[in-house]
């Protein structure tokens, strides 16, 4: 090189929870440093990423990001910067050990990324902020493990540091199993403190992805889960801009991250999880790095926030506002799962990340958005029978959707709780019974048929229990290719689309084209009565 090159740290090997979206932040980096006349240095160590063809840097390190293999090179080449905010939690692991001996890192400070990560030190910066969080205690015993989940009831969170996609994060909801979470969280992260938090249940979960500037936001945007607390982002359907949000909250998230990005004096990407019950809007975590959906915030607001972000670790200067709340169309981003290749596994979302791809879609409003995207995920209705195995809890609030579908010709069956349950709301439904019960019509042999089209199984709990009827039901579904809902939200939703959508005039465009949509297209979504 005729100038030091500034080094990009890549992903590392594809695994759950560290995937091509941080391999899109690293290969968007490189080539916005290219742009600016920058020579470029790529460390990576998987030869199906993007980030490691020959020809999106100037030099190529096929190595494995390690302290000691990034020391090695940034030594030999004179590096004058590294960017460990682009490659997902692998790379961001390494700032601390490279700023101890003097590495230069582009962006936030190394004490201050640490200050994120640190259970225990991000919980005491919100509470010298007088920010709001889940009541919380780092533990280093089952004995205080115990005490705390007495205090405060429960069920509480699990939370180790310094781990991606929720490794060893658990919901607890009895004593019997504090001790075995707990263990599976110290081994994941033995250097770091195990953190417990009172769990918020019946709560949404919120996120806003942004770029800052030694302090000063300079754009981010706000999207919210579907499904409720208690699945994990990277597995959560998520949508971009917020269709159920109040102007309030909205208000209260934005002014709760500038406080958090002035403290932490945020300079490059991050990520701020919130959340959100009735009025009261709690701080979940914050990433000093690019997160997950990057890729899907930038693509829906037609801003790409890497761009941004590289600019702003080069001290370039960024003018003008950006529009990331209010649109004529609504993206939603997906999860895919891989529940068919792993056998015996429990096919329901929760605080661990399992979802092995994504899909998004644009639409006119959220149905539309939402039911592209599922279809996205290479699946399929092709009738309209239907089947019902909702937790006890959860009966009332599909009632009136269950009962919507049946009036548009969908023909319901039901296990006997729930069939029970909609006779005593006079909706019609077809008795089938479960495994345990041992009588006939018997589910096994419809399921095996592939009778039914869809099946929406609503477990009472975590539904990992692999002896319950609701876990032979689910897995039955995946193992014989019928599509599957476990979550009552999702559910919720995707009756609406089935009722509510004229789904042979759903509006398929490049993503390119759909700013570009005409108001009649706008108006001519819903199907007719």
Not at 42 to 61: A, G, K
Not at 404 to 423: E, P, R, S, V, Y
Request: charged fraction near 20%; hydrophobic fraction near 40%; charge should be positive.
């Amino acid at each position: 090189f005729n100038s030091p090159p500034i080094t990009v740290l890549g992903s590392g090997p594809y695994s759950i929870g560290s995937s091509v979206e941080f391999d899109w932040c690293a290969v968007n980096t490189c080539r916005e440093l290219r742009s600016l006349e920058e020579k470029t240095l790529i460390i990576n160590c998987n030869p199906e990423t993007v980030s490691t063809d020959y020809d999106e840097s100037d030099r190529l390190y096929f190595e494995e990001l390690t302290f000691e293999r990034v020391r090695d090179i940034a030594d030999f080449e004179s590096t004058k910067g590294i960017i460990v905010s682009v490659g997902g939690q692998i790379a961001n692991n390494l700032s601390v050990a490279l700023n101890k001996y003097g590495y230069p890192l582009l962006g936030t400070k190394a004490w201050q990324i640490d200050r994120a990560e640190n259970r225990h030190k991000f919980s005491s910066l919100l509470h010298k902020l007088k920010i709001d969080q889940p009541i919380w205690a780092t533990v280093i015993s089952l004995t205080q493990a115990k005490s705390f989940a007495s205090q405060v009831g429960y069920p509480v969170l699990i939370r180790p540091s310094y781990v991606l996609s929720g490794s060893a994060m658990n919901i607890v909801f009895s004593e019997d199993d504090l001790a075995q979470f707990l263990i599976q969280a110290a081994k994941i992260s033995p250097d770091y403190p195990v953190v417990l938090s009172k769990f918020i249940t019946e709560a949404k979960e919120l996120e806003v992805d942004g770029v800052a500037k030694e302090g000063r936001i300079i754009i981010e945007a706000i999207s919210e889960h579907i499904e409720n607390a208690g699945v994990h982002s990277g597995d959560a359907t998520v949508v971009l801009p917020p269709q159920n949000l109040d102007l309030e909250t909205i208000r209260r998230t934005k002014l709760i991250t500038r406080q958090i990005v002035k403290a932490l004096e945020i300079t490059g990407p991050f990520n701020i999880q919130f959340v959100v019950k009735g009025n009261a809007i709690q701080v979940i975590e914050c990433n000093l790095r690019a997160s997950r959906s990057f890729p899907f915030v930038s693509k829906v607001t037609r801003h790409n926030f890497i761009e941004i972000a590289t600019k702003v670790l080069l001290d370039q200067s960024i003018s003008g506002a950006f529009k990331t709340l209010e649109f004529d169309y609504v993206g939603v981003k997906t999860p895919q799962f891989s529940y068919q290749r792993l056998k015996g596994a429990s096919p329901v979302a929760h605080v661990e990340m399992a979802s092995t791809g994504e899909v998004a879609c644009l639409g006119r409003d959220l149905q539309e958005a939402f039911f592209l995207s599922w279809m996205a995920t290479q699946t399929r209705i092709k009738g309209k029978k239907i089947l019902f195995s909702i937790g006890d809890d959860k009966k009332s609030k599909l009632l009136e959707s269950i009962r919507a579908l049946a009036g548009c010709g969908w023909k319901i069956f039901a296990t006997q709780g729930t069939h029970d349950f909609l006779k005593s709301h006079q909706v019609k439904s077809q008795c089938i019974y479960k495994r345990s019960q041992k009588q006939q019509p018997h589910l096994s042999s419809f399921i095996k048929k592939r009778y039914f089209d869809l099946i929406i199984n609503i477990p009472k709990g975590t539904g990992a229990n692999p002896t319950t009827d609701g876990f032979h039901i689910r897995r039955l579904s995946i193992d014989h290719h019928i599509p599957l809902i476990t979550n009552l939200q999702n559910a919720q939703v995707f009756l609406s689309c089935l009722v509510e959508l004229n789904l042979k005039s759903l509006l398929i465009l490049p993503w390119q084209c759909f700013a570009t949509i005409s108001e009649k297209d706008l108006t001519n979504r819903r199907a007719i009565k």
